[in-house]
C-alpha cells in the first residue's frame, strides 16, 4: 500500500519552533518533488513549499521563507518540515504530498499520495 505517514505537529508558544516528518510507505520517494501545505478551517489549501527529488532545490511561500525549512532524507525515505519563528497565523493542519509523478523538479505538476494530516497550533 502507498502512503504517506506524518508525525510531529503540536502546540507551540509563538516564537517557538516544530519540527514535521513525511515518511513514505511501499514505495520510494526518490524520484518525487515533495511538497508541503496546509489548511485552515474555511480556507483553501495554501501552499508552504516545495524539494526537488535531489534535495538541492527548495522553495517557499513567501510568508514562511526564512523561518521554514523543507529537506529530505533517501536512507529513511523521507521528507522533513522545520518551523522556527512560528506565528499564530501558521496555525493550521499541514500536509505532505508528492508529485503526480517522477518529475522531481518544483513547482509540482499534480498530486500524487497525501499524509494524514497534522495539527500545529501557536498559541499562549
Known amino acids: 500500500q502507498l502512503q504517506l505517514v506524518q508525525s510531529g505537529g503540536g502546540l507551540v508558544q509563538p516564537g517557538g519552533s516544530l519540527s514535521l516528518s513525511c515518511a513514505a510507505s511501499g514505495f520510494s520517494l526518490d524520484r518525487y518533488a515533495i511538497g508541503w501545505f496546509r489548511q485552515v478551517p474555511g480556507k483553501a489549501r495554501e501552499r508552504v513549499g516545495c524539494?526537488?527529488?535531489?534535495?538541492?532545490?527548495?522553495n517557499y511561500q513567501d510568508s514562511v521563507k526564512g523561518r521554514f525549512t523543507i529537506s529530505r532524507d533517501s536512507a529513511k525515505n523521507s521528507a522533513y518540515l522545520q518551523m522556527n519563528s512560528l506565528k499564530a497565523e501558521d496555525t493550521a493542519t499541514y500536509y505532505c504530498?508528492?508529485?503526480?509523478?517522477?518529475?522531481?523538479?518544483?513547482?509540482?505538476?499534480?498530486?500524487?499520495?497525501w499524509g494524514q494530516g497534522t495539527q500545529v497550533t501557536v498559541s499562549s
Open positions: 524539494i526537488t527529488s535531489s534535495g538541492e532545490d527548495t
Open positions: 504530498t508528492i508529485d503526480g509523478g517522477p518529475f522531481g523538479v518544483c513547482p509540482l505538476r499534480g498530486f500524487g499520495s
